[in-house]
């Protein structure tokens, strides 16, 4: 195992009713912008919950967060918090609300230009702090510190991360998710599978709390996440959903071991070019990522068939094509697509994926050698 430095601050409260557990959460004096997208919070019942708990507190709201948050549309709520003196931030939503109430809450105090946290790594010195309501379990923001923003000005999607935003508290309710659209838990059940398998699919390193706690969080995620369509109502199948999905990127899994995360970073091209779910890129490049780097991966294939698929007989070629036919089937059944035709795209889908490697310069996954040019290669794979 490899030495690494873990540290997680969010306090997490969990379970049916907590949201009324806000108030003792807050600091008494708090000025608080609610930060959330649309108006599904106030059809559902949520916005009632969550202002009914902020009775005596003076608070603001700020909505209309995309599902890939704009860097312009933060910068609204940046001149809000500036303008009204808002010095706590709640983001009541899903994981594009969170991420995007964390950049709000680092550009508020950021003394220059904030895309800079994004394009020259300029560390975050300074955030106001900040809370989380969970709507939608599928990214895991509620409890690390990271934040990914799309710049529709430069047609670009990029991350930062740092210690000032982890929330100070994340409160899950699983019944909060219950008046989602199907595709919707089905986007966040695929995008917390492949969270889980960017920090599991590499090679090994001797690791068995890792492997062993990252294979408990895939197996309950393609559990839970078949039970969800057919029992969309069942609160224990709902609670076991979000806990794997904030568990999947809270850092514990990632500790000492080799992490991919190509798909991802392939993955924003996809959709700041064409609009694509965040879960749908990543259903169908992950496929490709496999096949195309199944020698540098082959151990973990091997084991990961195994474990999650019961494939243990046939040539290492056979259980490999096996291991790659069974995720994408699971993606199938969770209702993605996984190949650039099926979404109506071709050729020109390549050049979308390749020119901000290409720009950004990049070498991606574990072992630093996905250039522009193999992640060419890894979507003629999916056309």
């Known amino acids: 195992m490899n030495n690494f430095e873990f540290y997680n601050p969010v306090k997490i409260i969990f379970g049916k009713g907590t949201i009324a557990k806000l108030r003792e959460q807050l600091p008494r004096n708090a000025r608080i912008l609610m930060v959330y997208g649309g108006g599904s919070i106030h059809r559902n019942g949520i916005y009632k919950q969550v202002t009914d708990a902020l009775n005596g507190f003076q608070y603001g709201e700020f909505s209309g967060i995309e599902p890939n948050p704009h860097y312009e549309t933060c910068m609204k709520a940046v001149d809000k918090v500036h303008k009204e003196g808002f010095d706590f931030l709640l983001a009541v939503g899903g994981g594009s609300v969170i991420d995007a109430t964390k950049f709000i809450a680092a550009a508020a105090l950021c003394d220059g230009e904030p895309w800079d946290f994004f394009i020259r790594k300029k560390p975050v010195e300074k955030a106001l702090p900040l809370g989380v309501i969970?709507?939608?379990?599928?990214?895991?923001?509620?409890?690390?510190?990271?934040?990914?923003?799309?710049?529709?000005?430069?047609?670009?999607?990029?991350?930062?991360?740092?210690?000032?935003?982890?929330?100070?508290?994340?409160?899950?309710?699983?019944?909060?998710?219950?008046?989602?659209?199907?595709?919707?838990?089905?986007?966040?059940?695929?995008?917390?599978?492949?969270?889980?398998?960017?920090?599991?699919?590499?090679?090994?390193?001797?690791?068995?709390?890792?492997?062993?706690?990252?294979?408990?969080?895939?197996?309950?995620?393609?559990?839970?996440?078949?039970?969800?369509?057919?029992?969309?109502?069942?609160?224990?199948?709902?609670?076991?959903?979000?806990?794997?999905?904030?568990?999947?990127?809270?850092?514990?899994?990632?500790?000492?071991?080799?992490?991919?995360?190509?798909?991802?970073?392939?993955?924003?091209?996809?959709?700041?070019?064409?609009?694509?779910d965040h879960a749908q890129t990543l259903a169908i490049i992950l496929p490709g990522v496999m096949e195309f780097k199944k020698k540098e991966k082959e151990q973990k294939i091997l084991r990961m068939g195994n474990v999650l698929f019961n494939i243990h007989e046939g040539s290492v070629d056979e259980r490999i094509a096996r291991t790659i036919g069974e995720v994408e089937r699971f993606f199938r059944h969770m209702g993605l697509k996984t190949r650039l035709s099926e979404v109506g795209l071709g050729e020109e889908a390549i050049e979308a994926v390749a020119m901000p490697i290409e720009k950004m310069q990049w070498k991606l996954g574990e072992n630093e050698n996905i250039t522009a040019e193999e992640a060419r290669k890894i979507l003629r794979l999916r056309l």
């Open 134 to 276: 969970l709507t939608l379990p599928a990214t895991g923001s509620e409890m690390n510190e990271r934040s990914i923003i799309s710049r529709v000005e430069t047609n670009q999607k990029l991350g930062l991360h740092s210690q000032k935003l982890y929330p100070k508290f994340s409160i899950l309710d699983p019944e909060t998710s219950y008046s989602l659209p199907k595709r919707q838990i089905a986007n966040g059940v695929v995008d917390a599978f492949i969270h889980v398998v960017e920090q599991y699919l590499t090679y090994p390193v001797d690791s068995p709390v890792q492997d062993y706690y990252a294979e408990g969080l895939m197996r309950t995620l393609i559990d839970e996440g078949r039970k969800v369509l057919l029992y969309p109502n069942d609160y224990n199948v709902r609670a076991n959903l979000m806990w794997a999905a904030t568990n999947a990127l809270n850092g514990l899994i990632g500790c000492g071991v080799p992490q991919d995360w190509s798909s991802h970073r392939m993955g924003y091209g996809l959709t700041t070019e064409y609009g694509m």
